[in-house]
């Protein structure tokens, strides 16, 4: 028999995803005339699902986890809600790679017969439905990465990150699409096609994990896992609205997924949530910590989840201090994310608590340098056989990532030993940066009033163009340094407000591909989400949401309506 065509591969892929919504019960509405949706299709679910399906998938996780446990609703309720909402969020975006209806409804039936049986809920995310990106893997179901040669793979075992939200209690229901190579801000691959931006179809919703962005951003799901090693997590979390957390590396267990270059250790990529709300952030986070993956992972670190302290109560007279990142000196962000910036700053600085001050970007082009040599140390062997292997196109943001790269090298273990060393000293560098903010007290000799977390934009724009993703800074910055990285919405794109500036003159040409983005049509990115990025240092991932919540609360975020 001849070898399948790689478009052939691709139909039988997307037949199968369309045959697991197909079985969704009671079927999914038709959305009419998908030719002619509005770019803004946030809304559309509302109208075409019942109102009791709308007011469940328009739940918080916090929320939904406690109406579970109370019996307020079943889980089979719940499940089958976010079902539907899933395959109308695939109809209007394209971000599902499979839905799982009978798995989901039979795990729903079993967890509504304990709950009946013990008047109880079975662990903290009883009956909470969980979506996941498709390289997490799940026992016998597809594990193709984003690669039509990799089409026929298989999942030997559910990930050690499944297992553990399993026995908490959750549901998993929905498998969502990625990246040809994962290595993209933007998610399109050969198999299934392009995932777009739910408020604004013409935008991306990003990537890798942007199929995560869209399905939780139309709230067809309210949390999801995703994964990051240049941004994966936080770009469709900023893209799409959504809160999302690249923990530090070694906290969260990886086994289990399916990726290229699986034991290199000089970059490392975590899993971590994106979420509707922050509470499903450190819920996730809680949860999984909780489990002790490092009994099973032994690479983790044992550190247990400590929000039983407090991060920021200081001696008397002490506030919290947050350093603000304006602009990396490589390219200045769009006027949205400064004005996103300047409108936080300004309300942060009329806080009692808080102190904010600039922080001056240290070396943040030699960072990339950095980085970027360290993605391939193989120089991309495995990524183009796994591309080539089946006759599939190259998208262009793989091309951009690994051919139009003049960092992509095979290196020779003395070179990887160079650069690794670069990397090491980079992060000895920046602890300096970070450490110098501090001043020494006379009395104790220790140092006093450190910035606590950093201020950042996550991106150079709001969501981009399709395949016009390629500035990765304001995101690898922090893989790069292993500094976990939460991102959170702040308010949308106003052309009428956010106007070009027509003296900016670019400094290289990164920030002239940049700036030209903007200057081409500030219409085109109207109604999109602005998010901001807010940084703490290694291991502080509890310093950070916990920042994040005062702040949230200090000053009433986010300023838009994102549902």
Known sequence: MSKPTWQEIAEVAQNHRDDSIRRVDPPIPQVADPERLPLDRTDIPKYLLTTEEVIITQTAPEDLVASLASGKYTSTTVATAFLRRAGLAQALTNCITELLPQRAIARANFLDEYHSKHGKPIGPLHGLPISVKEHIGMKGLG???????????????DALVLKILWNAGCVFYARTNQPQTLMHLETSNNLYGVTVNPFNSQLTSGGSSGGEGAL????????????????SIRSPAANCGLYGLRPSSYRIP????????????????VLGPLSTSLEGVKMFMKTVINGKPWLNE???????????????????GKKLKIGVIWHDCVVKPHPPIMRALQEVVEKLKAVQGIEVVDWKPYKHDEAWSIISSLYFCDGGQEETAAIEASGEPWRPLSKFILKDNQSV????????????MKREGYRTEYAKVWNDTATESGETGELEGMVDVILCPVGPGAAPPLDCARYWGYTTQWNLLDYPALVFPVTKVDPTVDVVDQDY????????????????????????????????????????IEAMDFIKESIGLPFADFV
């Open 143 to 157: 594990l193709n990465a984003g690669f039509v040669s990799w089409w026929d793979h298989k999942g030997e075992d």
């Open 216 to 231: 939780i951003a139309l709230r067809g799901s309210c949390l999801g896992l995703g994964t990051d090693i240049g941004g």
């Open 254 to 269: 990886v086994s289990g997924w399916s990726a290229t270059m699986l034991s290199q250790e000089q970059i490392i990529a």
């Open 298 to 316: 032994p690479s983790l670190v044992p550190i247990p989840w400590r929000d039983q302290e407090s991060y920021l109560e200081k001696p008397s």
């Open 409 to 420: 090298k095979k290196l020779t273990v003395e070179e990887i030993w160079h650069w690794t």
């Open 505 to 544: 003159k670019p400094i290289n040409e990164k920030d002239k591909y940049n700036d030209q983005l903007w200057k081409s049509g500030p219409e085109k990115y109207k109604g999109a989400p602005v998010s901001l990025q807010l940084v703490g240092r290694r291991y502080e991932d509890e310093k950070v």
